[in-house]
């Protein structure tokens, strides 16, 4: 069984500030990682995934996420917000790309100017 | 198509009908997922499919929920008897071992009155 936890279903910073998001996971065999993000009105795309390999893996617009197993995390960074990264994050694990996918609960993120 | 296309994008039905919703993905994407977003509760696993199988059909909330997929492309979700819990936004994403990652479509609204 796999399951994730993302802490804190709103945060907000401030523009310029650092942004974290938290995501802890549960799987029984090494997992997949992934966060995915939704902008409004629009549809979910891949920001970041982790398969195997470096445990620090760099995405789009300036996010990055660090995979750490003694933790069981995998959260989201950006050193400096912007007014666009304004979106829905989504955290997600899977045994493996060809299994079941399971999706946090997701995290709003407003930027505040 | 270059993307996932869902159909139809918005739907309301009135209680106790059936509905069906299709899902085309992206050509040559092995793996194809379905999902529901409902208000507050993330992404609710629903079914994926590999090829024309469904290894992992747990996410389906009832008997009334079921899903097909056909030549290896389109898959239809059909709700029978649809209940107002039902309203949601239903996703489809497909997957492709070349990238590791979910590709979504825009999604299907149904409000079911």
């Known amino acids: 069984a796999q399951s994730v936890t993302q802490l804190g279903s709103h945060v907000s910073v401030s523009e310029g500030a650092l942004v974290l998001l938290r995501c802890n996971y549960s799987?029984?065999?090494?997992?997949?990682l992934f966060w995915y993000v939704q902008y409004p009105n629009q549809g979910l795309q891949l920001l970041l995934k982790?398969?195997?390999?470096?445990?620090l893996v760099k995405g789009i617009n300036g996010f990055e996420a660090e995979f750490k197993k003694s933790e069981t995390s995998f959260h989201l960074t950006k050193p400096s917000a912007h007014m666009s990264d304004a979106a829905e994050y989504f955290c997600?694990?899977?045994?493996?790309?060809?299994?079941?996918?399971?999706f946090g609960t997701g995290t709003k993120l407003q930027v505040i100017p | 198509g270059a993307g996932v296309s869902q159909s139809p994008s918005n739907k309301v039905t009135e209680k106790g009908k059936d509905v069906e919703l299709r899902c085309d993905p992206i050509?040559?994407?092995?793996?194809l997922y379905w999902y529901r977003q409902s208000l507050g509760q993330g992404l609710e696993f629903l079914i994926y499919?590999?090829?024309?199988?469904?290894?992992?059909k747990s996410g389906l909330p009832s008997d009334r929920f079921s899903a097909e997929r056909t030549g290896g492309s389109v898959s239809t979700l059909t709700i029978q008897r649809t209940q107002q819990e039902d309203s949601a936004v239903y996703l489809c994403?497909?997957?492709?071992?070349?990238?590791?990652?979910?590709?979504f479509g825009e999604g299907s609204r149904l409000t079911v009155l």
């Open positions: 499919f590999q090829g024309n199988s469904a290894p992992d």
């Open positions: 799987s029984s065999v090494p997992p997949y």
């Open positions: 050509s040559g994407h092995t793996a």
């Open positions: 982790y398969t195997t390999g470096a445990t």
């Open positions: 997600a694990v899977s045994p493996s790309g060809y299994q079941k996918v399971t």
């Open positions: 994403a497909s997957w492709t071992k070349n990238t590791g990652e979910l590709f």
